[in-house]
């Protein structure tokens, strides 16, 4: 037998596929399958709360309070005021099916979460951001209105279904990134729903006060701070922008023909 | 702040991967191309040394001594080899970013075990084998792969006749 040398093959084991194909191929793909399952859970959500009526999680989370929230000292005067400043509101929602419960987080980030159960978390950072009961009426309006269209489950529920989902189906590196597109999906839902509980917000403050003055004016101060020109920031973010909430706001009155201004109740302690 | 907070949340969400997508791209490939460049050069001036995979020597060859060769070399994945390869982990299918690396530790393996054979002065190799071993990392409990390592070795042999 004859040696004859032979030069190697370089078409045999690898795949004439340029890797920024096979790369776009995949995450394009991949986005696309990660967007319906954002999206297949929404209605998955939406299909629990049919089953879970607000009585029977009120009924759940009669006494619940989430393990990690710190609050302030109960005998303190803004946690009396801000709870007796929601039982007022609550009377101009005809039968609520929750029994408002408040707590002040000792956090100073301005920040107001809506929690199951009838829980609403202020923090003390945004009790300090506020000058006027109005103002302060106005965010726990908007929390109310969270409760009302059941958002707070929605929140909890998506953010609870999409980590197990991840976590499950793919492991490892590939997960975060999975979350992460679905969770940038969901948030446009997120800024339709601030904007509906916006609207019940003021529909409340017109019925306590009689006028809606001041009750933007937290946002208008935040909008007056926010000095970043991120022109994506309003496509990725949970909430509207505070500028745009401002003048959603306004043209809600103007349509309903609340007036913009009253006399303004200072705060109480 | 908030919207501060959350460019710099979505920088670290999806830019600073997708950057380094690119980045290791680029150096993945300028790499690869230039290993496959001093392959094929060192491949040419070793054509015509037979390496042949039968384990007898064949009856012609008239050795007068021998001895084992190896060559072996430890291959790492780049960042945009390992992600796009979980990627397709999802889905399933051919791993096509793990093929021309495999390519690579393959050839410089044999080409190493070969160098080694005719720089001692043997004339040939034959019974050549190759093996692999995956280098596990000691970060995230172990398992992570920190690259491949592989072999190939044979027996050299002088011949006191070469292919008469």
Known sequence: MRYVPKRAREDVNVSDVHPLAEAGTLIVGLTAIFLLIALALVFLIEIALYFVPAEREAKLFEDWLPEDLVTIAPSDDRLYEAQSLVDRLVSHWADPPYNFRVEVGASDDANAMALPGGLIVVTQGLLDDVSSENELAFVLGHELGHFKNRDHLRALGRGLVLTLFFAAVTGGDVSGIGINVADVTLRSFSRKQESNADEFGLAVVYAEYGHVNEASRLFQKWDDEDQSGFIAGGYLSTHPRAGDRVAQLRELAARQGWPVEGDVTPLRW | ?164
């Open chain 2, 1 to 164: 702040m908030d919207a501060t907070f959350e460019t710099l949340n979505l920088f670290i969400n999806f830019g600073l991967p997708l950057l380094l997508l690119v980045v290791t791209y680029f150096i993945g490939s300028f790499i690869e191309s230039r290993h496959f460049q001093n392959i094929r050069a060192r491949e040419e001036l070793l054509h015509g040394f037979p390496v042949v995979s039968f384990d007898t020597m064949p009856a012609d060859w008239n050795a007068s001594s021998a001895t084992m060769v190896t060559g072996s070399i430890v291959i790492s994945l780049d960042y945009f080899k390992r992600v796009i390869a979980g990627l397709r982990g999802l889905v399933g299918g051919r791993i096509k970013t793990y093929e021309p690396l495999l390519e690579r530790a393959r050839r410089e393996a044999l080409l190493r075990m070969s160098e080694s054979a005719r720089e001692q002065g043997y004339d040939a190799v034959f019974n050549v084998r190759l093996e692999t071993s995956r280098l596990a990392n000691a970060g995230r409990d172990g398992k992570g792969t920190a690259g491949v390592e592989m072999l190939a070795f044979g027996t050299a042999v002088k011949l006191a006749s070469r292919f008469a």
